[in-house]
């Protein structure tokens, strides 16, 4: 097992995968139980987390996502998705507005890292119409859908992109 500076260092954007390689059940789980340990406001976990691994809905996905078709090859799709009134019910608007969205993205990342940790690779796809994807997955309408997660094994090594320079991005007060 690495650990966790390892395991964030091998995390790449993958966009191609093994077609004859299912995701084991144990792996799955593994996965979603890592993705509801993030932290959360309140911890109300203000998110949902659908798993599609029908062929169709995850065409329908990949065509929802601007025709990134990569998205069907990956044998799951797991869709993350913002609560705000789950959040509304004890942080108001700042609860709907910001902290469901922030409890929905933490819980992708935890959830892209425990990939790769399962020895996998994923994609986050965020450019979708989300009007579609409504549709795909008949949602409730109070769930907004945030990001797209492929995932399964890849069928590629893609190279470690670029990262602005640290003294960029921080500053020291
Ligand atoms: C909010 C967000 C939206 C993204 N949307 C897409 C997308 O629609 N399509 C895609 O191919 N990659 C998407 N990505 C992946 C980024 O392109 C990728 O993370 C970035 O280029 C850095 O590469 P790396 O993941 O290999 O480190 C998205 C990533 C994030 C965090």
């Given at each position: 097992m690495w650990d966790f500076f390892t395991t964030v260092r091998h995390r790449h954007s993958v966009r191609k995968y093994q077609?004859?390689?299912a995701i084991e059940a144990e792996k799955l789980h593994a996965i979603l139980e890592m993705a509801c340990a993030a932290p959360s406001a309140g911890d109300l976990q203000a998110?949902?987390?659908f798993v599609v691994q029908n062929s169709a809905d995850r065409a329908a996905l990949g065509h929802a996502a601007q025709d990134q078709d990569f998205l069907a090859e990956a044998p799951v799709c797991l869709v993350f998705c913002a609560d705000p009134p789950r959040s509304a019910s004890a942080f108001g608007e700042r609860g709907a507005q910001l902290y469901a969205l922030q409890d929905a993205t933490i819980a992708a990342a935890y959830a892209q890292l425990a990939v790769v940790a399962a020895g996998m690779g994923s994609?986050?796809?965020g450019q979708f119409d989300e009007v579609q994807v409504r549709r795909v997955l008949a949602l409730d309408p109070e769930l907004t859908p945030i990001a797209l997660?492929?995932?399964g094994y890849p069928a590629e090594?893609?190279?470690p992109s670029a990262r602005r320079r640290l003294d960029d991005i921080v500053s020291f007060r």
């Open positions: 077609q004859d390689m998110y949902q987390i994609i986050w796809i997660l492929g995932l090594l893609p190279e």
